[in-house]
């Protein structure tokens, strides 16, 4: 079974920074994509970026401000995220596309997600 385990939310006040992690465990054989989605209170789930195949793709929101990375060696994804504004508040969840076994294709799964707070 893989898990993803997301860290590194928590407070932060406007114009700060975070560091996002998102760590997959478990029996993978390959990891086709990671991505970090939002959601903020009453909206809906959006994309916020993504990294496949050394491409990443970012909302426009966050464009410039946010930086999405991966260390393929550890199954980690991170979020770099600064210049935070309070629109940024959201759960954050990290979803990844696994290969778990040489019959199946990959699975998309998600982590339980970790909460950022931009407030002063």
């Known amino acids: 079974q893989v898990q993803l385990v997301e860290s590194g939310g928590g407070l932060v006040q406007p114009g700060g920074s975070l560091r996002l992690s998102c760590g997959a465990s478990g029996t993978i054989i390959s990891i086709n994509a990671m991505t970090w989605y939002r959601q903020a209170p009453g909206k809906q789930r959006e994309l916020v970026a993504s990294?496949?195949?050394?491409?990443?793709i970012y909302a426009d929101s966050v464009k410039g401000r946010f930086t999405i990375s991966e260390d393929n060696g550890k199954n980690t994804v991170y979020l770099q995220m600064n210049s935070l504004k309070p629109e940024d508040t959201a759960v954050y969840y990290c979803?990844?596309?696994?290969?778990?076994?040489?019959?199946?294709?990959?699975?998309?799964?998600w982590g339980k997600g970790t909460l950022v707070t931009v407030s002063s």
């Open positions: 979803n990844a596309f696994i290969r778990t076994d040489w019959i199946k294709g990959a699975v998309d799964y």
């Open positions: 990294t496949s195949g050394g491409r990443t």
